[in-house]
């Protein structure tokens, strides 16, 4: 229904692995335009710029104290203030201070759907580039807590991209995430035995030439004095000379790259929020607030968080919904 909305507004979208729905476009750009158009054409009136300080209720009625000293008296209230993540966009925490002048329980709040700070100091070297249909797996003290296959990407000060994204969802409130490691799978299509045939082939076809002039084919160029200095192999040695147990060196340095994670980027990076006001005290069936009827709690102000391809933003429509059809009580 949400998919047909949005592209009755002219916008068209595409499907991607796992079920992950974006514009055709890749900008999120458009999306607003469409949620604008159909506020306009259902008349919504959107006031920008306009902070609300408190909200309170008083004799059945909910009073809004504006920021300009301004105040708006209502029979209902939905608040959808969203999480931590995107203070530029207005979700600054106040819809929790509002919940808990309610009496409303605040789970502890995380950074989710957020990239990964990584010790290795290689990563800068790396900047840029993503890598395809490899496998990451997350772990801690040797018990895996994510693994899944897809794509990621280097950046300056770690990796990023929809792999790791969505395994801070899997650590961000569980763990001290300084003490995981990351272990990349760079062929996950090939066991080692024809990992270590398929690195022979190339082998034969450049007999003459060193190590490090010849895996072009098999890895990304950047990747390539990464993945020799892990295997602890001289780069300038000629392949005819690498022995057998350095070829097993190589395959594992390709099918475990192991990176130290030094930590979780914080808010400001952060797609979502992890954590947020108890649901237990949430009506399901209504998004009214068990503790102060008239109030209503959507999106991401709740303790709800998805994965990463419309997971979320859909969380916060099908509420927003709810909570609206249940106010007009058609």
Known sequence: AVMNLIESAGIKLKIERGNRVFPESDKSSDIIYALNKLMKDAGVKIRLNTEVKSVEKNDNKIKIELNNKKYEIADKCIIATG????????????????????????????????????????????????????????YNNDKMYFSDQGEM???????????????????????????????????????????????????????????????????????????????????YKKVHEITKEERERLVNAIKEMTLHVNGLRDYNEAIITKGGISVNEINPKTMESKKEPGIYFVGEVLDLDAMTGGYNLQIAWSTGYLAGNSICDW
């Not at 990239?115 to 790396?126: A, H, M, Q, S, V």
Request: with cysteine; glycine share 6%.
């Open 83 to 138: 999480g931590l993540s995107y203070k530029t966009t207005g979700s600054t925490g106040d819809g929790y201070k509002f919940a808990k002048k309610f009496g409303h329980t605040i789970i502890e709040t995380h950074p989710s759907l957020v990239p990964f700070n990584i010790t290795e100091g290689y990563c800068r070297e790396l900047q840029g580039l993503a890598l395809k249909n490899v496998k990451v797996s997350v």
């Open 153 to 235: 990407l280097f950046t300056h000060f770690g990796v990023s991209g929809p792999l790791i994204l969505s395994a801070s969802c899997y650590i961000a409130d569980k763990i001290n995430p300084q003490n995981c490691e990351i272990v990349i799978d760079l062929k996950p299509a090939l066991d080692n035995d024809t990992l270590d045939k398929r690195i022979l082939k190339d082998f034969k076809e450049n007999i003459n030439r060193n190590l490090n002039n010849s895996l072009d084919k098999l890895l990304p160029k950047k990747l390539i004095p990464i993945i020799i200095d892990n295997a602890n192999i001289d780069p």
